[in-house]
């Protein structure tokens, strides 16, 4: 089993800046892919961003492209979002998701997810 915990959230003027935090606890694999989504009221849950614990390619939805950055630290066992740039547009909970198997942008493929985090950003 996996538990996820992300921290970091707030409320931020447009423009700012924040780093989202997971924290990934129980066994992992290097195979894993971890993956950041957000969700705002009333709207779908929407990809942010992605990559495996390997490494290699990171992956961004069309509407972060440019302003957020995913990164690992796999001995502190921790995924990072860091966040530029904000835009209202960007207020949503933010969800740190975690798949076995799929390299995907799909939320239905990931198996293990955090509680959330809130993310506001003023105009």
């Known amino acids: 089993q996996v538990q996820l915990v992300e921290s970091g959230g707030g409320l931020v003027q447009a423009g700012g800046s924040l780093r989202l935090t997971c924290s990934v606890s129980?066994?992992?694999?290097?195979?894993?892919?971890m993956g950041w989504f957000r969700q705002a009221p009333g709207k779908e849950r929407e990809f942010v961003s992605r990559l495996r614990w390997s490494g290699g390619r990171t992956h961004y939805g069309d509407s972060v492209k440019g302003r957020f950055t995913i990164s690992r630290d796999n001995a502190k066992n921790t995924v990072y979002l860091q966040m530029n740039s904000l835009k209202p547009e960007d207020t949503a909970v933010y969800f740190c998701?975690?798949?076995?198997?799929?390299?995907?942008?799909?939320?239905?493929?990931?198996?293990?997810w955090g509680q959330g985090t809130q993310v506001t950003v003023s105009s």
């Open positions: 129980g066994r992992t694999f290097s195979s894993y892919v």
């Open positions: 998701a975690a798949s076995k198997i799929h390299d995907t942008e799909y939320p239905r493929s990931y198996d293990y």
